[in-house]
C-alpha cells in the first residue's frame, strides 16, 4: 500500500503551495501494515468554509496557517485539542513567485478569545484548528485561506515512510530533552531525528525562537526535494494527489489541491524567506513566555500586503 508516502506529498502541496509539509514526492514503498492506522495522517481545510477558493494566478496573497499538535495520540478529536507546538503562517504571492514562512513561538503571551491572556499554543486547545485560526487571525490582522494539521507521531511516520530528509544543521545539537544530537551541517535525518531537530529549544542560541526557525528549514527542505522530483517526473503528481487524498481528512476539492499542486512548483525555494516574530522571553508566575515585540506589526503590514516578506523588512529578535 502506498497511501501513506501519497499523502504525505499532499501535505507538501498544502505546504507552500502552501508550505504544511512533513513530507514531500518520491519512490514509492510499501507501507508497514503493522504501522497502518485507519485514520488520516492529516487534516487540511478551508478557513473560512463559505468563502470562495483563491486563485492561484492573482494578484492577491495566498495564507496558510500551519499547525503542528502536540498530542500523542493517533485519535483525530484528539489531536485537534491538543496544543498547537508548530505554528507557522506561510504567504504566497502567485504572481511574483515568492512565499514566506512566519512563525509564532509556541509560548507567545497572547489574548486568547474567552480565556484571557495565556500561550499562544492554548488557542487550539480550547477551540481547534477554527481557534487557532481566530487567534492568529486576530493577532495579526491576516485573513487565512487555508489550514493544514499534523501530529508528532504522524510527523514521524509521514518522514520515514518517505526514506528521510536531507536537512542542513546550522549548529551542533546535543539535547536530551528532544533527543536531538546532530552535528553542524547537512544531515539525512529519519521521522525521528526530523521531529527531534524541530523540537530542539535547548540548543538554538535564541531558544523558541530558535525553535520555530528550525521548523521553517524543515519545510524549506522539504520544498526542494518535491520540486527536484517534480522535475524528474512531472506527471506523477496527480498520481500521488490522488491516492494522497484517500488518506486525508479535508474539505478542499481535489482539482483545488491540483492547482496548488503546481503553484509549489513554480516557487524557487530561493525565493522563499524563513522567519520566526520579534520578541522576548519572560516569566509570568512560573510559567516561561514569549513576549512578541511590537515591531512584528510591520512583519505582518508587509506579509498581508504582499505575501513575501523582504530580508529589509524583519525586525532583530
Not at 492554548?122 to 485560526?133: L, R, S, T, V
Not at 535564541?206 to 520555530?212: A, C, L, P, Q, W
Not at 524549506?220 to 512531472?234: E, G, I, V
Not at 476539492?253 to 522567519?275: C, M, Q, S, W
Request: with cysteine; glycine share 10%.
Amino acid at each position: 500500500m502506498k497511501h501513506r508516502r501519497r499523502t504525505a506529498f499532499v501535505l507538501t502541496v498544502m505546504s507552500i503551495a502552501t508550505l504544511a509539509g512533513v513530507s514531500l514526492l518520491g519512490p514509492s514503498p510499501t507501507r508497514d501494515t503493522a504501522s497502518a492506522s485507519s485514520e488520516p495522517l492529516l487534516m487540511i481545510g478551508k478557513a473560512h468554509p463559505a468563502e470562495s477558493f483563491p486563485s492561484t494566478g492573482g494578484k492577491k496573497p495566498i495564507f496558510i496557517l500551519v499547525l503542528g499538535s502536540d498530542s500523542r495520540s493517533k485519535q483525530w478529536p484528539v489531536i485537534e485539542h491538543g496544543r498547537s507546538d508548530v505554528i507557522h503562517v506561510v504567504g504566497i504571492n502567485p504572481k511574483k513567485g515568492c512565499s514566506t514562512i512566519l512563525g509564532f513561538p509556541r509560548d507567545s503571551w497572547v489574548d486568547v478569545e474567552g480565556h484571557g491572556t495565556t500561550k499562544i499554543n492554548e488557542a487550539m486547545y480550547f477551540g481547534g484548528p477554527q481557534g487557532a485560526i481566530t487567534e492568529i487571525e486576530t493577532l495579526t490582522g491576516i485573513q487565512l485561506d487555508y489550514w493544514a494539521l499534523t501530529s508528532f507521531w504522524n510527523f514521524k511516520a509521514l518522514v520515514h515512510d518517505l526514506g528521510g530528509v536531507d536537512v542542513v544543521v546550522p549548529y551542533p545539537m546535543d539535547d536530551p530533552y528532544s533527543k536531538a544530537h546532530f552535528k553542524e551541517g547537512k544531515q539525512h535525518m529519519s521521522g525521528y531525528e526530523a521531529l527531534a531537530f524541530a523540537r530542539d529549544r535547548h540548543d538554538p542560541p535564541t531558544g523558541d525562537f530558535g525553535r520555530s526557525f528550525n521548523q521553517g528549514t524543515i519545510l524549506l527542505s522539504l520544498l526542494t526535494d518535491f520540486q527536484q522530483a517534480f522535475k524528474q517526473n512531472p506527471a506523477s503528481m496527480l498520481d500521488w494527489l490522488g491516492a494522497g487524498m484517500r488518506n486525508t481528512k479535508t474539505d478542499v476539492p481535489y482539482d483545488e489541491l491540483v492547482r496548488l499542486g503546481f503553484l509549489a512548483t513554480k516557487i524557487p525555494v530561493n525565493h522563499v524567506t524563513n522567519f520566526v516574530v520579534p520578541g522576548t522571553t519572560g516569566m509570568v508566575g512560573d510559567a516561561s513566555v514569549v513576549h512578541i515585540s511590537p515591531s512584528a506589526g510591520s512583519m505582518y503590514e508587509a506579509l498581508n500586503a504582499d505575501g513575501c516578506i523582504a530580508e529589509e523588512k524583519t525586525a532583530e529578535t
